[in-house]
């Protein structure tokens, strides 16, 4: 019986910090400290008047930015974009990125995947990376009004010619919005035939308070708050006394989700209409 030894939960804001180029980045999550095999989690800091130049090397990258600069900029295949909160890229390996910023200190949620078996990406192309805002990603509701996401990494959502938004199964990842009183299904996530050992599961916290769930035992988590399911671990997040945002991660992303609560709307996601009073239509997720 699973139980909160399972998983692993560490504050970010008070994490060790180590100098690198550009800032420092503190380590949030990788084998040798929560035991993922297939995601590693890191927060870096930018430094005001500094630069980070990163390379994907052979692995998948998701970089979010956290907080908007005074002044900043990303500059990724070719093309400069404004560094401001919820824009990002995902890069596949060979892919690099560089964010400059001015005034005032960036930080970035940094995601890295090893790229995934052939059978967990399934025909995908694996690639190209592309740069994200939150103007370029399409938003979903779930059934019961309560929840709101906006997904910068994920195969099966559909842009609105039709296209996958990722053209890989390296990698999940969200931002998620809990109105006051919104929660998840009390779920849990585990494997597939091409992913037997499941998914690598993340959720980390930026505004409001929660509550995290396992077996019956819950625990408040606060603004900066990382916590990490292996998977099969059975879990609940709720919002407590108010909104909550976080993000929201799975590598790879080949796994099966157990609805294991009385949940009459499950897990039904649909996207917002394209025009005000426009029908909804169901995110299929499969």
Same mark, same amino acid.
């Given at each position: 019986?699973?139980?909160?030894?399972?998983?692993?939960?560490?504050?970010?804001?008070?994490?060790?910090?180590?100098?690198?180029?550009?800032?420092?980045?503190?380590?949030?999550?990788?084998?040798?400290?929560?035991?993922?095999?297939?995601?590693?989690?890191?927060?870096?800091?930018?430094?005001?008047?500094?630069?980070?130049?990163?390379?994907?090397?052979?692995?998948?990258?998701?970089?979010?930015?956290?907080?908007?600069?005074?002044?900043?900029?990303?500059?990724?295949? +070719?093309?400069?974009?404004?560094?401001?909160? %919820?824009? /990002?890229?995902?890069? *596949?390996? #060979? !892919? &690099?990125?560089?964010?400059?910023?001015?005034?005032?200190?960036?930080?970035?949620?940094?995601?890295?995947?090893?790229?995934?078996?052939?059978?967990?990406?399934?025909?995908?192309?694996?690639?190209?990376?592309?740069?994200?805002?939150?103007?370029?990603?399409?938003?979903?509701?779930?059934?019961?009004?309560?929840?709101?996401?906006?997904?910068?990494?994920?195969?099966?959502?559909?842009?609105?010619?039709?296209?996958?938004?990722?053209?890989?199964?390296?990698?999940?990842?969200?931002?998620?919005?809990?109105?006051?009183?919104?929660?998840?299904?009390?779920?849990?996530?585990?494997?597939?035939?091409?992913?037997?050992?499941?998914? +690598?599961?993340?959720?980390?916290?930026?505004? %409001?308070? /929660?509550?995290?769930? *396992?077996? #019956? !035992? &819950?625990?408040?988590?606060?603004?900066?708050?990382?916590?990490?399911?292996?998977?099969?671990?059975?879990?609940?997040?709720?919002?407590?006394?108010?909104?909550?945002?976080?993000?929201?991660?799975?590598?790879?992303?080949?796994?099966?989700?157990?609805?294991?609560?009385?949940?009459?709307?499950?897990?039904?996601?649909?996207?917002?209409?394209?025009?005000?009073?426009?029908?909804?239509?169901?995110?299929?997720?499969?």
């Amino acid at each position: 019986m699973a139980s909160f030894k399972d998983i692993f939960i560490i504050n970010s804001n008070t994490a060790a910090a180590e100098p690198v180029d550009g800032g420092s980045q503190r380590v949030l999550c990788s084998d040798e400290l929560c035991g993922s095999k297939t995601l590693s989690v890191y927060r870096r800091t930018i430094e005001a008047g500094e630069t980070l130049a990163f390379d994907a090397g052979d692995d998948y990258h998701v970089l979010y930015i956290m907080n908007t600069p005074s002044s900043g900029s990303v500059e990724f295949a +070719a093309k400069t974009h404004a560094a401001e909160e %919820g824009a /990002g890229v995902l890069l *596949v390996p #060979g !892919e &690099s990125v560089r964010f400059a910023v001015e005034g005032s200190d960036m930080d970035v949620l940094h995601m890295a995947v090893p790229k995934p078996p052939a059978a967990v990406d399934d025909g995908l192309s694996g690639g190209p990376g592309y740069f994200f805002n939150r103007d370029s990603l399409r938003r979903l509701s779930d059934a019961s009004g309560g929840r709101v996401r906006r997904f910068c990494a994920e195969s099966t959502v559909r842009l609105l010619d039709g296209s996958r938004l990722t053209p890989t199964n390296a990698i999940q990842a969200g931002e998620m919005h809990y109105h006051d009183g919104g929660s998840s299904p009390y779920h849990s996530h585990v494997g597939t035939p091409a992913n037997p050992a499941g998914p +690598a599961h993340c959720y980390m916290t930026f505004v %409001g308070q /929660g509550r995290v769930e *396992v077996e #019956g !035992e &819950s625990q408040a988590i606060e603004p900066g708050t990382l916590v990490f399911f292996p998977s099969g671990v059975p879990h609940r997040l709720s919002a407590e006394d108010g909104p909550l945002d976080y993000f929201e991660i799975q590598a790879w992303r080949s796994f099966k989700t157990n609805v294991l609560s009385e949940e009459p709307l499950g897990l039904k996601w649909y996207y917002d209409p394209e025009t005000p009073g426009g029908e909804r239509v169901e995110w299929d997720q499969s």
